[in-house]
C-alpha cells in the first residue's frame, strides 16, 4: 500500500514539472498579440531559426522573459542552458548589459515559464 501511494505520489509530481511551462503564447507580447506573426524582424527571425538559416536550431525555445520591466525575447539553442542563448528587445537589437555580472544575474533570473516559439519538427 505505501509503495502504491509513493507511485502515485511520484506520478503526479512528474506530471506537475511536465505541464510547468505553458504552450507558446498568442498575448500580448512587445505590445502586440502573437509577437511571432505580427512582428515582422521576429517572423522572420524565427522563419530563419525554422529553415536552418542559422545552424541547427532543432532545439531552439524563445522565451519570454521581463528585464527592467520591459519585455524581453530570450533564445536558447539549448534548453537550460544560456551559453549560446541571444537576448534580444521587442524591436529586435540585442540588449546590452553594462557588464558581465549584470549578464550573468538576468541569466540566473530566467523564469522560463512563458514561450514564445520552438522549432516545429
Known sequence: MKIRRLLVFTLLILISFA??????????????????????????????MQKG???????CVMYLEK????????????????????????????????DFEENQNFINSLRKDIIIWKYKI
Open 19 to 48: 505541464c510547468s511551462k505553458q504552450d507558446i503564447v498568442n498575448d500580448t507580447v512587445c505590445g502586440v498579440i502573437n509577437p511571432v506573426t505580427n512582428l515582422p524582424w521576429l517572423k522572420e527571425f524565427t522563419e530563419k
Open 53 to 59: 538559416d542559422y545552424g541547427d536550431c532543432s532545439r
Open 67 to 98: 528585464y527592467k520591466s520591459r519585455d524581453i525575447l530570450v533564445v536558447e539553442n539549448f534548453p537550460d542552458n544560456c551559453v549560446l542563448c541571444e537576448v534580444r528587445e521587442c524591436d529586435g537589437t540585442y540588449v546590452k548589459f553594462k
